[in-house]
């Protein structure tokens, strides 16, 4: 808690389709850090997901499940609106390499912009999942590239499953 005695809640946004090891690592170490983090899921993107929403946020409870201060929700709209209904002071994003840092610079100066009370906080990952991304982990478990160690156990069953449907 702060000296107010408010909970200093952070918001780990993104489109988590699906979660990686990597995703893991961040809100493992956010957890520790804020009273609580809302791992929000982006709802509605453009991009077509591999999983649903819904499929996003079971593999996420159940990686965090017993975690009383890791919630899982979705958001719609500016990031910045969903983070003020929240009361939430801090937005937390990972950082693996210099090419994440252009795209991360602008979403956070923007975010400032919009909500200068919001602050964004950059973590990084433990460095063997610096390489891992949810897009090259759909590509090489599609192309039967072995992605073990890379995801939670439950998203590797997931993808399983929904390789077995789609054939
Ligand atoms: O996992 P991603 O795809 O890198 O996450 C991107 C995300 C969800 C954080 C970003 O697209 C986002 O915040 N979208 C919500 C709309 C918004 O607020 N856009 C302005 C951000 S500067």
Sequence with gaps: MTTAQTP???????SFDPLTNGHVDIIERGS??????VVAILANAEKAPL??????????????????????ETFNGLLVDYAQQKRASVLVRGLRAVSDFE??????????????????????PAEQ???????????VFTLNGTISGLVPPVVEERLRAKKKTSL
Excluded: C, W
Aim: aromatic residues 14%; without cysteine; proline residues 3%.
């Design 8 to 14: 200093r809640v952070a918001i780990y946004p993104g």
């Design 51 to 72: 999983f649903s929403e819904q499929e996003r946020i079971d593999m996420i409870q159940d990686v965090f499940k017993g975690r009383a201060n890791v919630k899982v």
């Design 32 to 37: 520790r850090i804020f009273d609580s983090i």
């Design 103 to 124: 795209y991360e610079f602008q979403m956070a100066l923007m975010n400032r912009h919009l909500a200068p009370g919001i602050e964004t906080v950059f973590m990084m």
């Design 129 to 139: 999942y610096t390489y891992i991304s949810s897009r090259l982990i759909k590509e």
